[in-house]
Antibody
């Protein structure tokens, strides 16, 4: 059974840092691109970042570029999101999601999300 | 960035009746490969999003056949042939043609 479990969320101060993790199981993690998507309280979905299967191609939303860093450790079936210079507007539930093999085939498995709150 | 615009933003529906959601992109989502990079997701209350449609019209595994996606270029539609109570939630379109990927604002479907 495919499982994605996010962790690392919590309260951070403006300007502070947090590191989110996503533990994957039930599939060959190293074969799949992965994504981060967030959702501010009561708001819609916002794509944050994606990373290819080998970790060499990474893209970011403009809103987080230069502040967030996505990485992965295939040997540990783990995806990470390092969030620096946090702002109040980064407050959201952060989901990791698996991308089906092949371009444009969709995000077929999602974690339950981890809540990040940025506040003083 | 490609802007995705959904309509309506709220859609009251009657069980057993059809429903339709529109999604428009600010530029064509047609790739040189011939594929169109448009996906639809449903987020049911209290749950994580789930994939419904990819490549504009392909139904994801396990998605009931009452859901269908259509459209090309910049205009896309998600149709539910006969709405069921379990279909309530917020529907999102997302383009994956180019980074950054972008979602529509979401369409909230609720039972009348």
């Amino acid at each position: 059974e495919v499982q994605l479990v996010e962790s690392g969320g919590g309260l951070a101060q403006p300007g502070g840092s947090l590191r989110l993790s996503c533990a994957a199981s039930g599939f060959t993690f190293s074969a799949f691109e992965m994504n981060w998507v967030r959702q501010a309280p009561g708001k819609g979905l916002e794509w944050v970042s994606d990373i290819d299967s080998g970790g060499s191609r990474i893209a970011y939303a403009d809103s987080v570029k230069g502040r967030f860093t996505t990485s992965r450790e295939n040997a540990k079936n783990s995806l990470s999101l390092q969030m620096n210079s946090l702002r109040a507007e980064d407050t959201a539930i952060y989901y990791c999601a698996r991308e089906r093999t092949g371009a444009g085939n969709g995000l077929d498995y999602w974690g339950q999300g981890t809540l990040v709150t940025v506040s003083s | 960035d490609i802007v995705m615009t959904q309509s309506p933003l709220s859609l009251p529906v009657t069980p057993g009746e059809p429903a339709s959601i529109s999604c428009r992109s600010s530029q064509s989502l047609l790739h040189s490969s011939g594929n169109t990079y448009l996906e639809w997701y449903l987020q049911k209350p209290g749950q994580s999003p789930q994939l419904l449609i990819y490549l504009a019209s392909s139904r994801a595994s396990g998605v009931p056949d009452r859901f269908s996606g259509s459209g090309s270029g910049t205009d896309f539609t998600l149709k539910i042939s006969r709405v069921e109570a379990e279909d309530v939630g917020v529907y999102y379109c997302m383009q994956t043609l180019q980074a950054p990927r972008t979602f529509g604002q979401g369409t909230k479907v609720e039972i009348k």
